[in-house]
């Protein structure tokens, strides 16, 4: 009765530690002191206002308990890309003080829209640790969308650029993609993202992005989606905006719309695990034409 007593305690006493534990664990990030550089930034997305400190008593409101409970890990209290988890996470956290962000509808160079930011915070990013956080509501995207601004100056100096307008998409045709792999390899695409789209050109190994650190290039032959988004409007504005910080440019000042839809259609042709049209087409003519088509690269390569 007695060991059975003395077991009883011990299971009793280390299921307190457990759960005290479990406790710590839980809600460390309460100690974060979350610092931004202003506390009266807003967001506006399809109408609902979204804030950091919402109260005008410098009191903290949802934006940061929201930020402290889902971002301040990776981001860091500061909004800088170097929180706890920074240290093992390839690539690094956004840096939210430089307000240099990759995925915008505007030119290269200005700031995203507060659409902007909400799609990137909603679809999150392949190939990073950055999730989709599409099980937030709007307004605590909207709050988060607040916070990310509050860390950098920029956004009281600076408005958002005009997004950039999108024509409508050509039909697919042969001839499209074609053109499309004549411009893929004059504007040396290949020598970052590969002859192929498996993002091994021979500069991938040396690309940083613009804090230094080592960036890869996409590989279109895996996956579903781009890191921008999953359509081919989505990859016609990453041409056209660049992904800024990172060494892929605007081309918005060298190549002309039809161009970038060309470029569009044989980009699709990469992505050999989707099947899609664009591929299916090109694979047929291929066939139909064997040994007709000039490796990508060959004039360039030493």
Same mark, same amino acid.
């Given at each position: &009765?007695?060991?059975?007593?003395?077991?009883?305690?011990?299971?009793?006493? #280390?299921?307190?530690?457990?759960?005290? &534990? $479990?406790a710590?664990?839980?809600?460390?990030?309460?100690?974060?002191?979350?610092?931004?550089?202003?506390?009266? &930034?807003?967001?506006?997305?399809?109408?609902?206002?979204?804030? %950091?400190y919402?109260?005008?008593?410098?009191?903290? /409101?949802?934006?940061?308990q929201?930020?402290?409970?889902?971002?301040?890990?990776?981001?860091?209290?500061?909004?800088?890309?170097?929180?706890?988890?920074?240290?093992?996470?390839?690539?690094? @956290?956004? /840096?939210?003080?430089?307000?240099?962000?990759?995925?915008?509808?505007?030119?290269?160079?200005?700031?995203p829209?507060?659409?902007?930011?909400?799609?990137?915070?909603?679809?999150?990013?392949v190939?990073?640790?950055m999730?989709?956080?599409?099980?937030l509501?709007?307004?605590?995207? %909207?709050?988060?969308?607040?916070?990310?601004?509050?860390?950098?100056?920029?956004?009281?100096?600076d408005?958002?650029?005009?997004?950039?307008?999108?024509?409508?998409?050509?039909?697919?045709?042969?001839?499209?993609?074609?053109?499309?792999?004549?411009?893929?390899?004059?504007?040396?695409?290949?020598?970052?993202?590969?002859?192929?789209?498996? #993002? /091994?050109g @021979?500069?991938?190994?040396?690309?940083?992005?613009?804090?230094?650190? @080592?960036i890869?290039?996409?590989?279109?032959s895996t996956?579903?989606?781009?890191?921008?988004?999953?359509?081919?409007?989505?990859?016609?504005r990453?041409?056209?905006?660049?992904? /800024? +910080?990172?060494?892929?440019?605007?081309?918005?000042?060298?190549?002309?719309?039809?161009?970038?839809?060309?470029?569009?259609?044989?980009?699709?042709?990469?992505?050999?695990?989707?099947?899609t049209?664009?591929? %299916?087409?090109?694979?047929?003519?291929?066939?139909?034409?064997? $040994?007709?088509?000039?490796?990508i +690269?060959?004039?360039?390569?030493?």
């Amino acid at each position: &009765m007695k060991l059975t007593i003395k077991a009883a305690s011990y299971f009793f006493s #280390g299921f307190l530690v457990l759960a005290f &534990m $479990g406790a710590i664990t839980c809600f460390a990030q309460i100690d974060h002191n979350i610092t931004p550089y202003t506390k009266t &930034m807003t967001s506006n997305i399809h109408g609902i206002t979204g804030r %950091a400190y919402g109260d005008g008593q410098m009191r903290p /409101d949802v934006g940061v308990q929201l930020f402290r409970r889902y971002c301040v890990g990776c981001h860091g209290p500061q909004g800088n890309g170097e929180g706890e988890n920074a240290s093992w996470i390839d690539p690094k @956290p956004r /840096d939210f003080t430089v307000a240099t962000f990759e995925c915008r509808s505007t030119p290269t160079g200005t700031l995203p829209t507060d659409e902007d930011l909400f799609d990137s915070i909603t679809r999150g990013f392949v190939t990073t640790n950055m999730p989709s956080w599409k099980a937030l509501t709007v307004q605590d995207r %909207a709050d988060l969308i607040a916070m990310v601004k509050s860390f950098s100056p920029r956004w009281e100096k600076d408005k958002p650029g005009t997004p950039i307008t999108i024509p409508p998409e050509p039909a697919l045709t042969i001839e499209s993609i074609l053109r499309g792999r004549q411009n893929f390899d004059k504007l040396q695409c290949w020598k970052c993202h590969g002859p192929e789209g498996h #993002g /091994d050109g @021979p500069s991938a190994s040396t690309l940083t992005n613009d804090k230094g650190d @080592p960036i890869r290039p996409y590989n279109f032959s895996t996956g579903t989606r781009f890191k921008c988004g999953a359509t081919n409007q989505d990859l016609y504005r990453i041409f056209m905006t660049g992904l /800024d +910080g990172t060494p892929m440019p605007s081309f918005a000042d060298v190549v002309k719309p039809d161009e970038a839809w060309d470029l569009v259609h044989f980009l699709r042709t990469l992505q050999v695990s989707l099947k899609t049209p664009e591929l %299916a087409l090109f694979r047929k003519w291929v066939a139909a034409h064997p $040994g007709q088509l000039k490796p990508i +690269g060959q004039e360039q390569a030493p």
